[in-house]
């Protein structure tokens, strides 16, 4: 028997359904969690979450149901601050930030006037963040108006809800990477036309960081921000003091680093500053006056020896605050990876991170930094339905952990202390699986317990994507 197209648009999960409603360390009922739950979806949308019991007696029984048991189902990881040009600059040497730059980085990025290179590196990108169950991201190409279009185009192909922007420069990097303040506003532009709105596509506006932008540069930068008042912008603040000062030579008018970006219009809402590790009050202020977001990355933190984070302090100022990767200065893709380093650099500050709020900040809370907690970051009915199945189980030496733990919270935050790539088992994008762990393995679908329908015959497009990862 085959399923008729209109019925297998529509898709269950059976699994520990967690998500979070709120957040929470402001609230104690933040955390819902089925053990024996269903997540079902159409057409790409959840259109209902709640026990087992329940929706199992009343679902329609062709509807497939994709049995998960004993795996965690969560929304779909959400990545607000990586570099697409740089999967192969990740661990290179011995450098900070300034001299990182200008010797690995920015000679990487030269090579992007290569469309194929645009193209593949794309394709990599985002099939290892998918292997990472990551399925937003925020993501800075290169100045070449080619890399922007090559990873729009794969995000779209797959269906993924994706936030990018073509780098913009005119100074103080190799003449191959630097456009002139007229062409960054008219390449953005054109790109914006072309890309921003379509599928589930958003450009962001992107000026690399103030160094790299002159005066004439950062004002066509607050033209095109004005002219889009609710589109993202990203770019770089306060990461590292050469930096800093560098900065201060820059912009002798400006009192501090913040305000030359506030001077052209570029602190507001969906803006999105990666790193804000050294701030003055002033800046705090600003940031959170103006409804910006400070995004966490502490792999690249502590890689770069840039600084520690001063998570509770930016809390308390009230800034809407993202946890990142920041590929390829940060080290890993995977945000399990990411929280358990922002744990630790918090320990260094006297500061904690209960599991709890670690995977409310890869979901819900990163959803919130993007100005996207009505679509993604959650298992509610209207939302997206892009999800990750997590198996804490996945490792001998998780295993053997595992089997002290009594709590859900101890079980999250041995997930991430010792979880990577590995634990994920599964990721769906806008409800279709797009990364299935046992398939990379090359295990024939017979052997997995995990996924034996109801309906046996999953259409085949569900699992088109999954058969060469
Ligand atoms: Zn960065």
Partial sequence: ?????????????????????????????????????????????????????????????????????????????????????????????????????????????????????????????????????????????????????????????????????????????????????????????????RWHGKGRLSYAITPRFAPTSSEAQLLATGVLAAEHPDMHIQTHLSENHGEIAFVRELFPWSKDYTEVYERHGLVRDRALFGHCIHLTERERTSLADNGASAIFCPTSNLFLGSGLFD??????????????TDIGGGTSYSMLTTAMEAYKVLALRRQTLKAYDAFHMMTAGNAAALGLEDRIGRLAPGYEADVVVLDGHATVALRQRMERVQTLAEELFVLMTMGDDRVVAATYVAGKRVHDRQAFTHRPMEDRPEFQLRAADLPAESLAETGDQ
Wanted: aromatic share 8%; net charge negative; charged share 25%.
């Fill in 311 to 324: 998570l509770a302090g930016m809390k308390m100022a009230g800034i809407k605050v993202g946890l990142a």
């Fill in 1 to 193: 028997m085959s399923l008729s197209a209109s019925k297998i648009r529509k898709t269950a999960l059976r699994g520990r359904l967690l998500s979070f409603d709120a957040d929470p360390s402001q609230s104690a009922k933040a955390a819902r969690f089925i053990e024996d739950g269903v997540l079902v979806f159409e057409d790409g949308i959840i259109t209902e979450i709640g026990e087992a019991a329940d929706i199992l007696k009343r679902l329609d029984l062709d509807v497939p149901v994709i049995d998960h048991r004993p795996y965690l189902i969560m929304p779909g990881f959400i990545d607000p601050h990586l570099h697409m040009p740089q999967t192969q600059v990740i661990g290179s040497y011995g450098a900070e930030l300034m001299d990182w730059l200008h010797s690995y980085t920015f000679p990487e990025e030269s090579r992007y006037s290569d469309p194929e290179l645009c193209g593949s590196s794309s394709v990599f990108l985002i099939e290892e963040l998918l292997r990472c169950g990551t399925t937003t991201a925020a993501v800075y190409c290169t100045s070449h108006p080619a890399s922007v279009d090559a990873f729009f185009a794969e995000a779209d192909r797959r269906g993924m809800r994706m936030i990018a922007g073509k780098v913009m420069m005119d100074r103080n990097a190799p003449e191959a990477l630097l456009d002139t303040p007229e062409r960054g506003y008219e390449e953005s532009k054109a790109l914006i036309e």
